[in-house]
Structures are given as C-alpha cells and as structure tokens.
C-alpha cells in the first residue's frame, strides 16, 4: 500500500511562511514527478507546483517568486516552501506523486 504523510499546515498571517512536506511511504516505482495542489473553499482544485525529474520547476502564476517546490527523491518526499503569503492562498493543499497518488490534504490558512 501507499501513503502520503503531509504536515506543515496551520494558521499565518499574511506575509507569513510555511513549509508543507509530504512523505510517501509504499512506493515501488520510479517517480518522475512530484507536485502540489490546491483547493480553496468554493472552488476547483488548481495546480500549484510541480518538478520533474530533469527540468525546472513549474509555477502557477499566483505563486511564482513566493513559492519553492523541492524534492528527495530517495525518500519520495516532495516540499513546498511558501513565504510572503497571502489570504488568497488560504486553501487545502494536496501534494501528488507518480501523478496517481495523493496526500489527504493540508489546510493552510492566511489570516490577520
């Protein structure tokens, strides 16, 4: 069996930071990519982050120069490093791996 361990979330003030982990424990196939997703209340689930092995790292817009996604692929963990948040980011992150696996989510909340 598989299983995404995420942490890091909780409550921050705009302009705040936060590092988000997911750890995958289970997985006996190469991941080539490992990603972050969010979904805030009301609204689709949108990408946020995402890194493949041998290529840069891809932003959504909304985050881009906030955001860091890194990855230990010998530990099939992936991170999202987020400073300077804003209440907009306020949303339940997901993080992905192999594409088909999934964290059971992180609430992040940005709030004064």
């Known amino acids: 069996q598989v299983q995404l361990v995420e942490s890091g979330g909780g409550l921050v003030q705009p302009g705040g930071s936060l590092r988000l982990s997911c750890a995958a424990s289970g997985i006996r196939f190469k991941v080539d990519t490992m990603a972050w997703y969010r979904q805030a209340p009301g609204k689709q689930r949108e990408l946020v982050a995402t890194?493949?092995?041998?290529?840069?790292?891809n932003y959504a817009d909304s985050v881009k120069g906030r955001f860091t996604i890194s990855r230990d692929n010998a530990k099939n963990t992936v991170y999202l490093q987020m400073n300077s948040l804003k209440p907009e980011d306020t949303a339940v992150y997901y993080c992905n791996l192999g594409t088909d696996y999934w964290g059971k989510g992180t609430l992040v909340t940005v709030s004064s």
């Open positions: 890194v493949t092995r041998g290529r840069s790292p």
